[in-house]
Each structure stands twice: as C-alpha cells, then as structure tokens.
C-alpha cells in the first residue's frame, strides 16, 4: 500500500523559512495534481498550493508570492518552500497525490510560526 511521507515541519519564528517534503513510498505511475492543504486548529483544511502534471502552479491568496511549490515526478515527491512565515500561516500541512483511480493523502506535519 502506498503512503505519503512527510518531512520538513517545525518550529520557526515569523519571517523565517521552512522546505516542506513529500515523498511516495513506493511508485505511483501516473499522479496527476499535487498539492499542499493545511488545517488551523479550529478551522477547515484549506488547499494552500497545488501543482498539476504539466507543471502549471496555483496558490491560494494569502501565501502568493511567499511559498512557492515544486515536483520531481522521477521520484514521486513534491516540495513546498515557505518564506517570510507568518503566524497564521500555522497549523498540519498534508500533501495530496491525485491519481486517476484515487487521491493520496501524508499523515500531516506540523508548522508552527512563533517568536
């Protein structure tokens, strides 16, 4: 069975950077998107970055111009680099894999933006 490894997360403090892995732990043949959700506590989980196959990008509002998400489709992962963090950028990241069949969820990492 397939599962989604995360790695990256941590405590940083606001302005600080943080690179977000997520590797496939055995090969899924064909993914279409990928992507980066995270919860708040108390709030929804909300899509922050996704990628497609063909390498277009899109991000949710409030982390334009400061995350910028990537894929290496050679080893099934995909990354997520966040700059100038911000507290309310906390809460689990998850990533998604989107195949044709089925979606992929990580076991979640968390992310905290303190001083």
């Known amino acids: 069975q397939v599962q989604l490894v995360e790695s990256g997360g941590g405590l940083v403090q606001p302005g600080g950077s943080l690179r977000l892995s997520c590797a496939a732990s055995r090969t899924i043949f064909i993914i279409n998107a990928m992507g980066w959700h995270r919860q708040a506590l108390g709030k929804q989980r909300e899509l922050v970055a996704r990628?497609?196959?063909?390498?277009?990008?899109n991000y949710t509002d409030s982390v334009k111009g400061r995350f910028t998400i990537s894929r290496d489709n050679a080893k099934n992962t995909v990354y997520l680099q966040m700059n100038s963090l911000k507290p309310e950028d906390t809460g689990v990241y998850y990533c998604?894999?989107?195949?044709?069949?089925?979606?992929?969820w990580g076991q979640g990492t968390q992310v905290t933006v303190s001083s």
């Open positions: 990628i497609s196959s063909a390498g277009s990008t």
């Open positions: 998604l894999f989107s195949s044709p069949w089925r979606d992929y």
